[in-house]
């Protein structure tokens, strides 16, 4: 079975700060997504990424970076955290070259911004 | 882009079918997904039906593509109180989309 993992279940920073969500996936898939969720706005794609060191824009990138160094490893920062990012944060992977394949996803991180 | 609806809320009792019903405007997905998502977890694969199909049946899900309405609906016969959860569509191709979700509460 496909494990995905977020480093953190629950995490509280501040504004202003430097905020790192971590996901790792154990089944060697190309793709991994970072999406955020919100009450009656589904999930709404923040990056993606399809390979290594690559990454893509979703919807709603503004305030956000990514980093893939390592197949596994795709982690989201939030440079300076806003009140406005506080939400649930949902990391997924999928494999293959094309994205039609089904997503599998991390159980999430729900961030608060105080 | 793509627009995904789906009706908020869906109430039924135990025993009863559900059916949850998803419209959108443009689709070249060449799969279309149906996923859960349990209270406090991530969300998991539940069933999916490929674009060139009107219909699959997987036990109590039956899932129905009409794609001159644009219309996907996920029937659960027999409902359980453990179907209590958010149901997504979604479609996966050039873009990643996910409708807002039904919250489907079981009542005994």
């Known amino acids: 079975d496909v494990k995905v993992t977020q480093s953190s279940r629950y995490l509280v920073k501040r504004t202003g700060e430097k905020v790192f969500l971590e996901c790792v996936q154990d089944?060697?898939?190309?793709?991994m997504f970072w999406y955020r969720q919100d009450p009656g706005l589904g999930l709404r794609l923040i990056y993606f990424?399809?390979?290594?060191?690559?990454?893509e824009k979703g919807d709603i990138p503004e305030g956000y970076s990514v980093s893939r160094e390592k197949k596994e490893r795709f982690s989201l920062i939030l440079e300076s955290a806003s009140t406005n990012q506080t939400s649930m944060y949902l990391c997924?992977?999928?494999?293959?070259?094309?994205?039609?394949?089904?997503?599998?996803f991390g159980d999430g991180t729900r961030l608060s911004i105080l | 882009g793509e627009d995904v609806e789906q009706s908020l809320f869906l109430s039924v009792r135990e025993g009863d079918s559900s059916v949850i019903n998803c419209t959108y405007t443009?689709?070249?997905?060449?799969?279309l997904y149906w996923y859960k998502q349990e209270p406090g977890a991530g969300l998991q694969l539940l069933t999916y039906?490929?674009?060139?199909?009107d219909m699959k049946q997987d036990q109590r899900l039956t899932v129905l593509l009409n794609k001159k309405d644009k219309h996907l609906s996920l029937r659960i016969a027999d409902t359980q109180t453990g179907d209590s959860a958010i149901y997504f569509c979604?479609?996966?191709?050039?873009?990643?989309?996910f409708g807002p979700g039904t919250r489907l509460s079981v009542l005994p």
């Open positions: 997924a992977s999928s494999q293959g070259s094309q994205f039609n394949q089904p997503q599998h």
């Open positions: 990424s399809y390979d290594v060191k690559m990454k």
């Open positions: 089944m060697d898939h190309e793709n």
């Open positions: 039906i490929f674009s060139n199909m």
């Open positions: 443009d689709s070249s997905s060449t799969y």
């Open positions: 979604s479609f996966h191709g050039q873009n990643f989309v």
